[in-house]
Each structure stands twice: as C-alpha cells, then as structure tokens.
C-alpha cells in the first residue's frame, strides 16, 4: 500500500489500542499511535545508526537508531520488526528484546506531527547491511559510549525521538553482545482488538 494509506494502531497512553487511522491522516491529526524504534549490535557490540534519507517526509538528513516503523493492525513485534528490518536493511534479526518505551510528541510543521507510544527494542545482525536508499542515505557503527558521546556533543544532528530512545537502550548495548542472545517470548503481539 502507498505509505500514507497504512493502516496505523491508535492507542491510549496506557498503550491500549483505540482504533486505527491512516498514515497520513494519523500525523497530519497528530494522533497517539503506536510505534517501535530498534537498536541493532552487531557481534562486537557496535551499535548500527542510520541517517535519514533526504527524500523521508520529516526529520531527513538526521541521524537516528537502526530502524524505526509502526506496526500494523493484526502484527506480532515479531512480524512487523523482522519486516521493517528486511524492507529498510536488508538484514534479519535475532534476539529481540523490548527496553522500554515513552511517548514523545512533535509538530515538524508543513502538516506533519509525530504523536507516537515509542516501543524501544534491542536485538542482534550478523552480515552487511544493504539499506534501501529511499529509507537510509548512510549507516555506521558506533561503540554504545561513542553513541552517547556524539549525542551529547553534537545533538542537533540527531532525530527528536533518538535521545530518549538511546537513553532507554543504552544500558542493555552497552551490555554488549554476549547478553543479547537472550530470546525472549515473542508471542505477545501489538494486534488490534
């Protein structure tokens, strides 16, 4: 489907979904929706940024965690975060475990708002990247201290949502690796109803 029309979870801020609304529609309304923005290590524990790319309908051009998306009525995390990786990546992961969450509005103007329930999740990639250029103009990998390190030194090259999203994640990356193959139940799902 053409992104605008995507269907999108509306929630409560308890996370309780309330109904579901287009893309489109859902940030030009600025309605709470539900969303995820991943942080993804690779077996170094290098932490994978991606900069927005400059055709993205806000915040292009900024640096920002590995992925971010919003689930669809009827996904698992599962589904909808081993998609959105493939689709934006190229990549699959494993080890997925939800850190935190918050929400987080902001209005980039030109009829855009962000109004998002922002489940934050780690989890692990083996292989090379190969970002779809429409979604990702550049990726690095960063040591989780030298994630933080930039952000507090240059924040203004960073997206609204990354600063809070890392301070959730920080301290599970800088746990490194080792303790992210810990597999977590990924039955509990994001369905709407």
């Given at each position: 489907k053409p992104m605008e ?8 801020m308890?996370d309780?979904?309330v ?8 940030h ?9 923005s991943?942080?993804l290590?690779?077996q170094?524990?290098?932490?994978l ?5 400059m055709?993205?309908y ?6 920002t ?14 589904r909808?975060i081993t ?6 990546l ?7 475990r939800e850190?935190?969450?918050f929400?987080?509005h902001?209005d980039?103007?030109?009829g ?12 692990q990639?083996?292989?090379a990247?190969?970002?779809?250029p429409e ?17 507090r030194l240059h924040?203004a090259?960073?997206?609204?949502w990354y ?5 959730l994640?920080?301290?599970v990356l800088?746990?490194g690796?080792a ?9 509990r ?5």
């Amino acid at each position: 489907k053409p992104m605008e029309t995507r269907k999108l979870i509306l929630v409560d801020m308890m996370d309780r979904p309330v109904g579901t609304g287009e893309k489109g529609e859902v940030h030009a309304k600025g309605l709470l929706h539900r969303a995820f923005s991943l942080f993804l290590q690779d077996q170094e524990g290098r932490v994978l940024l991606q900069q927005r790319a400059m055709g993205k309908y806000h915040s292009s051009g900024l640096w920002t965690n590995s992925c971010c998306s919003h689930p669809a009525p009827g996904d698992s995390w599962e589904r909808c975060i081993t998609l959105r990786t493939q689709e934006e990546l190229g990549v699959t992961v494993h080890g997925l475990r939800e850190v935190g969450q918050f929400v987080y509005h902001r209005d980039f103007g030109d009829g855009v708002q962000e109004f998002e329930l922002d489940h934050i999740w780690v989890g692990q990639i083996a292989g090379a990247p190969k970002p779809d250029p429409e979604e990702a103009m550049a990726l690095c990998w960063l040591t989780p201290e030298q994630a933080a390190e930039d952000l507090r030194l240059h924040p203004a090259r960073y997206t609204a949502w990354y600063p809070t999203a890392l301070s959730l994640a920080l301290p599970v990356l800088m746990q490194g690796a080792a303790q992210l193959g810990e597999e977590v139940d990924m039955s509990r799902d994001v369905r709407f109803g």
